[in-house]
């Protein structure tokens, strides 16, 4: 089985411009959430969405926008990007929002923002 | 509020050698999961092993365990008979069932490097 995908791994945009990240959850799975990683704040959760409706959202500004699919799969958006949203965003996927539920990431989306 | 805490930034460890990597936990939630994750330089979490709360043995997965102790509220990860493939960040996290929390809450990481 094909694991989580995310597209484009690697990019490069400038401040004020806009961004787009896809995320392919593994096939079966409902459930997709997102994180950020930056060296200086680690893993921060950004949103959760499972069955087309957001779940779940993290402590970030409005400028993070996320959706999901009728196929699970997702897309975040980030507007007037800043400096300081260079990172890694990771996707995961798991097969619903139970306590127990692994979620199983994607490789990530290196954002760079000059 | 959840928090993970990992107090080892980094560690390293002879090939062949078991290793334990620290973490502890604070919850007021009775009910909770605990998760390991590797990280390589490549960037992607690779998922090693899961403990429930009100689970009564230790987890293992092949050459992980998890040393359990919920009085202490810590969940070490072993690493018996490391191999150089496992030198990469190490993540604790958790999930409680509870609104906003319900995601994970990640610990900082521990950077394990296997030395030959």
């Known amino acids: 089985k094909a694991g989580v995908t995310q597209t484009p791994r690697y990019l490069i945009k400038t401040r004020g411009q806009q961004v787009t990240l896809s995320c392919s959850p593994i096939?079966?799975?409902?459930?997709v959430s997102w994180y950020q990683q930056t060296p200086g704040q680690g893993l921060q959760f950004l949103f959760e969405?499972?069955?087309?409706?957001?779940?779940n959202k993290g402590n970030f500004p409005g400028r993070f926008s996320g959706r999901q699919f009728s196929n699970s799969r997702s897309e975040m958006n980030v507007s007037t990007l800043e400096l300081g949203d260079s990172a890694l965003y990771l996707c995961a996927s798991s097969l619903g929002t139970g306590l127990s539920e692994t979620q199983y990431f994607g490789p990530g989306t290196r954002l760079l923002v000059l | 509020a959840q928090k993970i805490t990992q107090t080892q930034p980094g560690m390293f460890v002879q090939e062949k050698e078991a290793v334990t990597l620290d973490c502890t936990y604070d919850t007021s939630d009775p009910s909770y999961g605990l998760f390991w994750y590797k990280q390589p330089s490549s960037g992607e979490m690779i998922f090693l092993i899961y403990?429930?709360?009100?689970?009564?043995q230790n987890a293992t997965e092949g050459r992980y365990s998890l040393n359990f102790q919920k009085a202490r509220k810590s969940a070490n990860l072993v690493i018996s008979a490391s191999q150089l493939g496992d030198s990469a960040m190490y993540f604790c996290?958790?999930?409680?069932?509870?609104?906003?929390?319900?995601?994970?809450?990640f610990g900082s990481g521990t950077q394990l490097t296997v030395l030959p």
């Open positions: 403990q429930g709360s009100y689970d009564q």
């Open positions: 969405y499972f069955s087309e409706t957001q779940r």
């Open positions: 996290a958790m999930r409680v069932p509870t609104g906003s929390a319900r995601q994970l809450t």
């Open positions: 096939s079966g799975h409902r459930s």
